[in-house]
């Protein structure tokens, strides 16, 4: 006992006590039901700050290893979850649901969406894995973060509605197409991104909306690949892309101006901050078509495509516009933002009357015939030569300087 009442004594001995003192009231207040009261407005503090929205915890429970909570901001939209940790591993694993279905309040998507899911990990890995249900699809994801900056992202996309998601980002659209796919990139936090990424559609229904009206002069690749103080880091990408339309329509509002009919195409997109190419292939129209868009410094610079045997009906359709011919088309064009050369070509080409006569209201009988058109593209305009060979008539065009006197001889032989 003499020696227990002289230990008490030392130093070693406040401060062993004050220690376990300081544990108990750190338990006191971290793990007891008193403690979580107090902690709860701290909490919604946290959260309303984290969300930018106020936050109203409703069951928040901590305890040594075990948490629960239930939060909801003033429009009904609800976060909830709970699980365990570990104080000595630093580990963490949890379940969560977030049901937002009014468009505001810490709903960070501004439409309904729901999601659930469970996380795990600690400070050098950590996965989650959920899925969610939005624009009347469902998405599977899972997402691995290492030191907390995103390292892989999987998705599995399962007939997400195309029309409410472009409405979403202030495009029109009138189509029942449904998109679903794959997105599988690793990579992230190293900027060494490889992967694949794979998207289809159905559609039973389309109807052509007007295109809008969009000034891109804000919007480009340096933009949106800067951080917050402007500044690019190095990276490297090597993403297969594979995409199956079933109406090209859909692309109306990207590409500005219409499409209809089926479109496939398979590339990659490849390089890094000096040098990307997107290198692409397609049998659009049951063509041989390959396509590629260079882009140093991030900036386009010029598009090579290459068409080879395109069914001409099929070429026509695709551009929703009446085919007033058949045949085969052939097409070469190298073009940047000031020049380039188109070079097209018509293989056992045949005109269709009715066509020509009810959308293009031009009167003549059918004709066989083989044309070459090439167009050379500058600031000063579009010089063309052409020659057209049919069984009625010949004829050869040199350096016209524009369209309209081009097609104006063109029609002079067609009649």
């Known amino acids: 006992m003499n020696m227990l009442h002289r230990f008490r004594r030392t130093k070693t001995a406040k401060v062993l006590l004050a220690f376990i003192a300081f544990i108990a009231v750190l338990y ?30 409703q069951e928040f429970t901590l305890r040594h290893n075990r948490f629960h909570m239930i939060a909801q901001d003033d429009f009904g939209n609800t976060l909830s979850t709970q699980g365990g940790f570990s104080l000595l591993t630093l580990r963490l694993y949890a379940h969560y649901r977030l049901e937002c279905f009014r468009a505001d309040g810490m709903n960070p998507m501004r439409v309904p969406f729901k999601t659930v899911g469970a996380f795990s990990g600690g400070i050098g890995a950590f996965n989650i894995r959920g899925n969610a249900t939005i624009f009347g699809g469902d998405i599977l994801y899972k997402i691995e973060l290492h030191r907390f900056h995103l390292s892989q992202l999987d998705l599995i996309i399962d007939q997400i509605d195309y029309e409410p998601m472009m409405h979403y980002l202030d495009y029109p659209s009138d189509t029942d197409t449904q998109l679903s796919g794959t997105v599988d990139l690793r990579g992230l936090d190293r900027r060494d991104v ?36 402007g500044q690019i880091k190095p990276f490297d990408v090597n993403v297969a892309l594979d995409a199956s339309l079933e109406h090209a329509g859909i692309l109306e509002q990207f590409v500005g101006l219409p499409l209809a009919g089926a479109l496939s195409a398979q590339g990659t997109l490849s390089g890094d901050k000096t040098l990307l190419k997107f290198k692409a292939s397609s049998d659009v129209a049951r063509s041989n078509t390959k396509f590629t868009v260079i882009i140093p410094d991030l900036e386009p610079s010029s598009i090579l495509l290459d068409l080879r045997n395109a069914d001409a009906q099929q070429t026509f359709e695709l551009f929703a516009l009446p085919a007033p011919i058949t045949g085969q088309i052939s097409a070469y064009a190298e073009l940047n933002a000031t020049a380039g050369t188109l070079q097209t070509t018509i293989r056992k080409g045949s005109t269709i009357p ?28 579009v010089h063309y030569r052409a020659s057209f060979k049919s069984d009625l008539n010949r004829m050869d065009i040199d350096n016209t300087t524009a369209h309209d006197q081009m097609l104006r001889e063109l029609l002079k032989t067609l009649r």
């Open 354 to 381: 009715d066509i020509l006569q009810q959308h293009y209201r031009i009167t003549q009988p059918l004709i066989h015939f083989d044309a070459d058109v090439n167009a050379d593209i500058s600031e000063k305009g």
């Open 28 to 57: 006191l207040i971290l793990f007891s039901l008193w403690g979580n009261r107090l902690m709860s407005p701290i909490v919604e503090k946290a959260l309303s700050s984290g969300f930018s929205t106020p936050m109203n915890v």
């Open 194 to 229: 490889m992967g694949t990424i794979y998207l289809s559609t159905q559609t039973k229904r389309f109807s052509p909306t007007p295109i809008h009206e969009d000034d891109n002069s804000t919007f480009n690749l340096k933009s949106l690949l800067a951080d917050k103080f």
